[in-house]
């Protein structure tokens, strides 16, 4: 199995930024699309950007879109989100996800149960 860990959380003021990243030990990221889902106190798992298997195709949730953009950098075996623009209600921990599945069109990454492997999660906090 593949093992996956967060970073790059933290606290800023909204409009800032912050890039977090999804490393995998174990098993190299490769195979997988990433998908970076966030759940906020009291709320449901919510999707927020996934990126295919070779890179290629990128999804997001309209919530996020013009301000996150997810990528991957295969030689460090990485997967990014860079967050700008936040907002306090950006606030919430953050995961990543690893699928070995294909999957059409990308909007079928958006379900939480469909993914086999998850990190720990690192916590964003954006204040107002």
């Known amino acids: 199995q593949v093992q996956l860990v967060e970073s790059g959380g933290g606290s800023v003021q909204a409009g800032g930024s912050l890039r977090l990243s999804c490393a995998a030990s174990g098993r190299t990221l490769s195979s997988y699309a990433v998908g970076w889902f966030r759940q906020a106190p009291g709320k449901e798992r919510e999707f927020v950007a996934v990126i295919s298997r070779g890179g290629v195709r990128t999804y997001y949730t309209d919530s996020v879109k013009g301000r996150f953009t997810i990528s991957r950098d295969n030689a460090k075996d990485t997967v990014y989100l860079q967050m700008n623009s936040l907002k306090p209600d950006d606030t919430a921990v953050y995961y990543c996800?690893?699928?070995?599945?294909?999957?059409?069109?990308?909007?079928?990454?958006?379900?939480?149960?469909?993914?086999?492997?998850w990190g720990p999660g690192t916590q964003v906090t954006v204040s107002s």
């Open positions: 996800a690893a699928d070995p599945k294909s999957r059409n069109p990308l909007s079928e990454y958006v379900r939480a149960s469909e993914y086999d492997y």
